[in-house]
């Protein structure tokens, strides 16, 4: 019989009072855990993303949505801009790379993504199997995409109209997996990626006005279509093998789409010199229906903004934790006046008053390292549930399995709530007086 | 065995009490009787280590309370003194058997439950081995507090009024218990009590 096991009995003898004590300490752990767990990722996932990326030029509109849409592929675009009017971007003596990118199509609710190979190298992408596009409606696809839907070389798919799970499909023209991306851990991850001539052959003659319009259909029409889409698999798969992808076709229609309605969503600049930021911005705001936008500021507003919502969340928590504590002082003290004979007993049994002194602050550590335990535990598990539904929404992967190290001082404030709580109660088990605790029958 | 000389206590500033020089040798069995309030309870605390007296010493087996003090002397009573109380307590969140075994482990001796049963047996409350204490009714948490009192083989017996909550059957019960258990561990018996029923079961008595 040890010190310990007794503590745990004791824990145990008193069910309700220990499991208060328990739950509230797990729920704070938990709240501060999940919280923790997603702000880190959130800035790694920005992190990774931001590619380096000094500048977007992009459609009048909201600055901070342009970001978003084009440089981290959450929001949707501000609107289209014409490509042959970039060329102030793309000829600037301080500008590295001027990448275009062409957004407003989805396979699946997956972003297909129009651009060159220099967005490829941005985020240091490395092709896995077959290669980078080439010719028009080739696409070069992310790890999570090949995955999810299984996608091998030389598979066809149906470009969607618009960002959501469309129902207008590309269907005339089916691209061609070319290639797989290796895992990069940035938004590579959940593209797929093409040329821009695929985009412009694609809407050639095909009003596309900006990006994010949802096409609504009745039902009916729905099911017709996709009645319609399971035929076309079956197409697909038939003539798999002996069709040729003409090329010179393509030219042909490119030939025919005027300069003038050649769009992208956006460019993204990488500068050669900072000193670019004190030119090209001016120039981009002055050109007729045109904007720049510098991610570093939007996402640092942002965060601006997030913050004290992160800190309200976080003060919820550090309540919780004080409320457990005050509880398991108040649970620990309560008990102590019925177990003040315990305490005598023990002491005339032969336990020294360090002994009883180390059983009530076990009592104490026990209780808020178990608390401890359970909330990691299901804070990390929570965190994974809650991936599948941070990924449905936001096609960013997220995961419950990382260890942060912030939950070391996490265990390290529990222990101190522990000896905290426990401290006074186990004070007043050592100085028990226990020839007048026993006199007092 | 045990011996106290000019021992005195001071309850207040005002009140002392002084008890009479004692010696028993080992084995011996005695009734230490007084009414309520002279101090019965304080002497037992006394012999016990549990109190500090202002003049005067106790000698168990040689050793000098006074000498002993802090987790020495704690251990000590753990190893050579039994104590049973008239209201018996025990560690509510542990059974019977566990109990126990916490009296040996504390005490520095091995976990042992073949001497519980055997002591339980005795005392017959075998079956009550792996119960909550909270479940005994008074006579068997009497009977537990003696099988603790025993289960180190002290050589030392104090009961403070072990009787005076029991009926009449339970009473004779348990002095015969404690007066066999004794006798059997060759242990010294003292028993602090002011319950007449008792004083026939003893030739040796002290009046306070």
Redesign the interface.
């Known amino acids: 019989m040890n010190i310990l096991k007794i503590s745990w009995k004791n824990i145990v003898y008193r069910p309700l009072s220990s499991g208060l004590s328990l739950m509230l300490l797990m729920s704070g752990i938990i709240i501060i855990l999940i919280t923790l767990l997603t702000s880190h990722q959130i800035n790694e996932k920005f992190r990774n993303n931001a590619g380096g990326v000094d500048l977007i030029i992009a459609a009048e509109g909201s600055r901070l949505q342009s970001v978003l849409c084009n440089l981290y592929q959450i929001d949707k675009p501000t609107g289209n801009i014409n490509y042959a009017r970039t060329g102030f971007a793309r000829m600037h003596p301080m500008v590295d790379k001027a990448i275009p990118v062409s957004i407003g199509d989805n396979y699946k609710s997956y972003r297909i993504l129009a651009t060159t190979h220099d967005y490829v190298n941005l985020y240091k992408g490395k092709v896995a199997k077959g290669k980078l596009w080439k010719k028009p409606l080739e696409a070069t696809i992310g790890s999570e995409i090949a995955k999810k839907f299984n996608l091998k070389i030389g598979a066809k798919f149906a470009g969607g109209h618009g960002l959501g799970e469309s129902i207008e499909e590309h269907k005339k023209q089916l691209y061609t997996v070319v290639g797989i991306l290796e895992q990069s851990n940035t938004v590579l991850d959940n593209l797929l990626l093409t040329s821009l001539e695929s985009v412009w052959i694609l809407h050639a003659g095909h009003n596309h006005n900006s990006g994010g319009n949802f096409d609504i259909i009745s039902k009916e029409e729905h099911d017709a279509n996709l009645a319609k889409k399971k035929e076309q698999v079956h197409h697909q798969e038939a003539h798999h093998h002996h069709e040729k992808t003409d090329s010179k076709d393509y030219d042909a229609i490119l030939k025919e789409i005027d300069f003038k309605t050649r769009e992208v969503t956006a460019m993204l600049i990488t500068y050669k010199t900072t000193r670019a930021r004190f030119t090209l911005p001016g120039i981009a705001n002055n050109t007729d229906g045109m904007m720049a936008a510098e991610p570093a500021i939007e996402i640092a507003q942002l965060f601006e903004l997030i913050e004290p919502a992160i800190q309200i969340v976080g003060i919820m928590a550090m309540l919780i934790i004080i409320i457990a504590s005050a509880s398991m002082f108040i649970a620990m003290l309560n008990s102590l006046k019925d177990r003040q004979y315990e305490i005598a007993i023990m002491r005339i049994m032969g336990a020294s008053t360090i002994k009883v002194f180390s059983m009530i602050l076990l009592e104490g550590l026990l209780l808020s390292v178990l608390g401890y335990m359970l909330g990691v535990l299901f804070s990390h598990l929570g965190m994974e549930l809650f991936s599948d539904y941070l990924a449905k929404n936001y096609h960013y992967s997220f995961t419950g399995w990382i260890w942060l190290k912030e939950e070391w001082y996490l265990l390290e404030g529990a222990i101190l709530i522990g000896i905290i709580s426990a401290l006074y109660p186990a004070i007043k088990a050592y100085r028990t007086d226990i020839s007048k605790t026993l006199s007092n029958k | 065995m045990l011996k106290t000389i000019n021992l005195k206590y001071n309850y207040t500033n005002e009140v002392q009490l002084s008890f009479p020089n004692m010696e028993f040798e080992q084995g011996s069995q005695a009734l230490i009787l007084g009414r309520s309030g002279c101090g019965k ?2 002497l037992l ?1 006394l012999l ?1 280590g ?2 500090k007296p202002s003049e005067g010493a106790v000698f168990i087996g040689g050793t000098d309370l006074n000498l002993l003090s ?2 020495k002397l ?6 050579e003194i039994g ?1 049973v ?3 018996p ?6 059974t019977v058997k ?1 109990n126990l ?8 001796n091995k ?1 042992d439950l073949a001497s519980i049963s055997n002591l339980l047996a005795d005392l017959s409350i075998l079956d009550k081995l792996n119960v909550g204490t909270k479940e005994l009714s008074q006579g068997q948490k009497q009977r537990v507090s003696i099988a ?1 009192a025993l289960i180190n083989s002290p050589k030392l017996i104090l009961a403070d009024e072990p009787t005076s909550a029991l009926d009449d059957d339970n009473c004779v019960a348990v002095v015969n218990l404690l007066k066999t258990q004794a006798k059997k561990h060759n242990a010294t018996l003292l028993i602090v009590t002011h319950d007449n029923r008792l004083s026939s079961s003893f030739d040796l008595k002290v009046q306070l």
Do not use: V
């Open positions: 309870t304080t605390h016990s549990l109190l802090g987790s704690d251990f000590f009573r753990g190893q104590i109380f008239q209201t307590h025990f560690i509510d969140a542990l566990e075994f916490l009296a040996q482990t504390l005490a520095g976990k603790r």
